[in-house]
């Protein structure tokens, strides 16, 4: 099947000679959720704004559901929702007209009620005559959403949904970004919410330096390069790890009262047997043993620094 966004050879230079983007090569599926995760300045704004037609590249080709962004920019165009992280639009303007201007902008005709149903789903609908500056954060936040999708695109951008909003609106904005997806919407977000892409993903792209780290399923990612931990619960408390357990990948906590191993999904051996069998040799009795796994914060933070 067809990628709704391909993305080949890729690259960007500005005039001062910076090169913002290096041998860029993407595809993204229709109808999946894609977190593009990096740190500032890593090419995140530049690679959006070159797919969405903003930003002129230097060398490579981008498709948009079929049409290229350069040679078919206003088919190319069409396809694409973009809502920024800035508030973009006329303040003391209505909702509604709004939505109804930049429908226009794109050359469709009038369709009340699709404008309704958006309006709907974004719990707008009450407040479609009021004027954008009259509404809250969370509110103007759903009206550049809306706005974005006036035309009816099949791509939708999120850059930094989040940013500067509460918890609390963050899980409700989650659950539109779900529904949106439900509805055929393909989405691409960028977050500085390592638990936003870890809640809504399908597959995660990093970028650093220009450049693609890796893209993974979310899933995949998380099993292939995380690391599981257990800790134990000490039942007396140790000074310091002894020498003959230094063959085990253990940390003692600052109290001396837990024990942290960490290991490696991948390895077909954990090593767990051995480590209780050397720590019953000891003498070291634990109460109890939780475990947990690596967040996609930790794996991210390993890549971006791996490529340093």
């Known amino acids: 099947m067809q990628p709704i966004i391909s993305v080949q050879n890729l690259n960007k230079t500005y005039a ?17 959720i894609f977190a593009l ?15 969405c037609g903003i930003v002129n ?22 396809k694409i929702g973009l809502v ?3 508030l973009t639009t006329d303040v003391f303007e209505s909702v509604i007209a709004t939505m109804n201007f930049s429908r226009g902008l794109f050359g469709k005709p009038p369709n009340p009620d699709y404008i309704e149903k958006v309006l709907r789903d974004l719990s707008l609908w009450e407040k479609k005559d009021a004027k954008i500056i009259t509404l809250s954060g969370g509110m103007k936040r759903r009206v550049l959403i809306a706005k974005a999708l006036s035309h009816e695109p099949k791509i939708l951008f999120l850059d930094e949904p989040s940013a500067g909003v509460d918890v609390e609106l963050r899980r409700d904005m989650w ?44 899933a995949q990612l998380m099993q292939k390069l995380g690391k599981k931990q257990i800790r134990l619960e000490l039942l007396h408390s140790l000074e310091a790890i002894p020498e003959t357990l230094s063959k085990h990948p253990l940390r003692l906590s600052s109290d001396g009262k837990e024990l942290v191993y960490t290991y490696d999904t991948r390895s077909d051996e954990t090593g767990i047997t051995v480590l209780l069998k050397n720590l019953s040799e000891h003498g070291i009795d634990f109460r109890d043993l939780h475990t947990r796994e690596s967040t996609l914060e930790e794996i991210f933070v390993s890549l971006v620094t791996k490529k340093k």
């Open 16 to 32: 001062s000679g910076l090169k913002a983007l290096s041998n860029i090569n993407l595809e993204i599926h229709e109808g999946e």
């Open 37 to 51: 995760l990096g740190p500032n300045g890593a090419g995140k704004t530049t690679l959006i704004s070159i797919i």
């Open 57 to 78: 590249p230097t060398e490579g080709t981008v498709l948009a559901d079929g049409h290229d962004i350069l040679s078919d920019y206003r088919a190319a165009r069409t």
């Open 175 to 218: 659950e539109m970004v779900r529904k949106l997806r439900e509805d055929g919407v393909t989405i691409i977000l960028t977050t500085h919410y390592i638990e936003e892409a870890e809640e809504m993903a399908d597959r995660v792209g990093v970028i650093n330096h220009g450049e693609i780290v890796l893209v993974e399923e979310k």
């Open 84 to 86: 920024p992280q800035e």
